[in-house]
């Protein structure tokens, strides 16, 4: 070949090129406005970089909203605390000032069967004297055990803030493993027994009493397909540990105005940094030339180029829809086929025209503005997964339960309330389908189990939304309805989330990044994907 030949491999590298420069407005262009989304958009903004957010629905948000079916009364429609947001990300992005604040959520009150209750309050000694009711030797157990969490969920801190090593950097994999390695043996054997067991059993360790041990365990299932005696559900107890509210240990919160109030807060700083969003904008697919990602093409048939594109939809939408699976590499796409996202939670979320008034503790007060949690007993909870299991929805259903309005007055008119209560078990693959009726069936189970708590809840209730995975799906894309875009097992965790050899955010199509909830290290309103993500983009520059 003579020196003035050019080949056609060169060729189309200078036409991709040349396509870019001659059309691009923007360096990243992100798919979905979930806070993940919009948290990957703030720091790529922050660096300077030229964004574009686009969103299908009119608002932002994704799961992460507040809206107001019921007018007057704003519901915090999908979730509704915030224990796992970062606290790098509120830093980096100064979310407080722009209109982050979240009001702490301080006791936990588990009514039980005839009258009884157990109270976990903010105070520890009085907490310890609820405990000591039902068994002396839990009430010393539970200050040991809240410590060694507080040592394992740190131990995990450092994963939380760095991204998973590539399965081929064998010296990263050593590194990565040597913090877990190097770690007390004591916070090492509880690491690795809350990997392989189920919350049942890694609750057996340390507890006797059944009211104490279903509380706890509560935490491993949310979210998750899976039932307390199902073997590594104590993970997924970990994970909500491993949560904290600016720097305060296992802290809960409502952030003020409902949960959409911290996707706001997050697009108003990606917004002060430089970022543009847009609602209303259906992304049909992703512009593939010559190999590598340079824009997205909108359902209205616009097209926008970009010199990168990130995602922070699900795996199923990212590459089976949005990319042409004949294109990827078979292993990719059969792990995208294959990931676990069949939600099994619902959302009741309630108007009301008066406090709720619990038979255990029948008198206003503090309680009133924390949680509460039906959960009775292990058993309780195992029998409501064991009829999901074959497709029907839990009648004596797992109730998780929060009243906005105790914590936060603006949340409903004066003198009235609302009312969250997060849901398990209802399958996405509900035998026969889901229907209006089986959904309103569902809704009234639900009612049928709070008035065995609250004797008063028919009588109050003004408006009720009834949401099912399917809801979920259709109103937000979240690929089988699941909160978290994809089970909590250790098959989907760390190196293998979303797909083996695909964990650092970056993808079989150069110029393509993932950032959402089904990347690591996982679910919940976090931001900690889409700050790994905006970090795997910059590094590329």
């Known amino acids: 070949m003579g020196h003035g030949a050019v080949n056609s491999s060169t060729i189309g590298l200078f036409n991709n090129w040349l ?6 407005r923007y360096n990243t262009i992100i798919i979905g406005a979930g806070h993940n989304g919009l948290t990957t958009a703030a720091y790529l903004a922050k660096a300077g970089q030229r964004v574009l957010v686009l969103e299908k629905r009119p608002i932002i948000g994704g799961a992460t909203v507040t809206e107001q079916p019921n007018p007057g009364f704003k519901y915090s429609v999908f979730s509704y605390l915030v224990s796992l947001l970062r606290p790098e990300v509120i830093h980096d992005l100064e979310l407080t000032r722009h209109g982050l604040m979240i009001l702490p959520t301080y006791s936990t009150l588990n009514p039980l069967p005839g009258g009884d209750y157990l109270y976990r309050e903010a105070d520890p000694h009085r907490t310890r004297r609820h405990i000591a009711r039902h068994s002396a030797r839990d009430a010393e157990a539970y200050g040991e055990y809240k410590l060694m969490m507080r040592h394992v969920a ?3 801190q450092a994963i939380l803030r760095q991204p998973m090593p590539a399965l081929d950097a064998p010296q990263d994999l050593a590194d990565w493993l040597s913090h877990i390695l190097d770690l007390p043996r004591e916070v090492k054997h509880t690491l690795l027994q809350m990997f392989t067991l189920s919350a049942a059993d890694f609750l057996d360790h340390w507890f006797e009493s059944e009211p104490l041990k279903a509380a706890l365990s ?5 979210g998750s397909f899976v039932g307390p005696r199902s073997p590594g559900s104590a993970y997924v107890l970990l994970h909500h540990y491993m949560g904290e509210v600016d720097g305060a240990y296992r802290a809960w919160g409502f952030q003020k105005g409902g949960t959409g109030g911290v996707a706001a807060a997050i697009a ?17 697919s992703v512009i593939v030339k010559n190999g590598r990602a340079v824009g997205v093409a909108l359902a209205n048939g616009d097209e926008l180029y970009g010199t990168a594109v990130a995602s922070s939809l699900t795996p199923q939408h990212n590459f089976l829809r949005l990319l042409d699976p004949a294109t990827l590499p078979t292993d990719l796409v059969a792990q995208a086929r294959q990931w676990q996202s069949q ?3 619902g959302k009741v979320n309630l108007s009301l025209s008066d406090l709720p008034r619990f038979a255990c503790m029948p008198e206003p007060g503090p309680h009133l503005a924390g949680g509460f949690s039906i959960a009775p007993s292990i058993d309780y909870i195992e029998r409501a997964y064991d009829e999901a299991k074959y497709g029907r929805f839990s009648t004596q259903p797992f109730l998780d339960m929060l009243i906005p309005s105790a914590i936060d007055p603006d949340m409903a008119p004066p003198g009235q309330h609302v009312m969250s209560c997060f849901v398990q078990y209802a399958p996405y693959e509900l035998e026969g389908g889901w229907t209006d009726e089986k959904r309103e069936a569902f809704g009234d189970r639900v009612i049928d189990v709070l008035a065995e708590h609250i004797p008063n809840i028919r009588e109050i209730i003004i408006h009720r939304q009834v949401l099912t995975p399917v809801e979920i799906e259709s109103m937000v894309g979240i690929t089988g309805g699941n909160i978290f875009h994809g089970e909590l097992n250790l098959a989907q965790l760390f190196l293998l989330r979303p797909a083996a050899g695909y964990s650092q955010y970056k993808t079989a199509v150069s110029g393509f990044y993932q950032c959402g909830s089904s990347t690591h290290p996982g679910g919940g309103i976090m931001g900690a994907p889409g700050r790994l993500a905006a970090q795997a983009i910059l590094s590329k520059l």
Do not use: K, P, Q
Request: aromatic share 2%.
């Open 218 to 222: 509560t935490s491993s299932i949310i």
């Open 154 to 156: 740190h131990a995990m």
């Open 19 to 24: 396509l870019i420069m001659s059309t691009t």
């Open 343 to 345: 939600g099994c939670s």
């Open 268 to 284: 108003s700083a990606a917004r002060h940094f430089g970022a543009e969003i847009r609602t209303g904008a259906d992304v049909a």
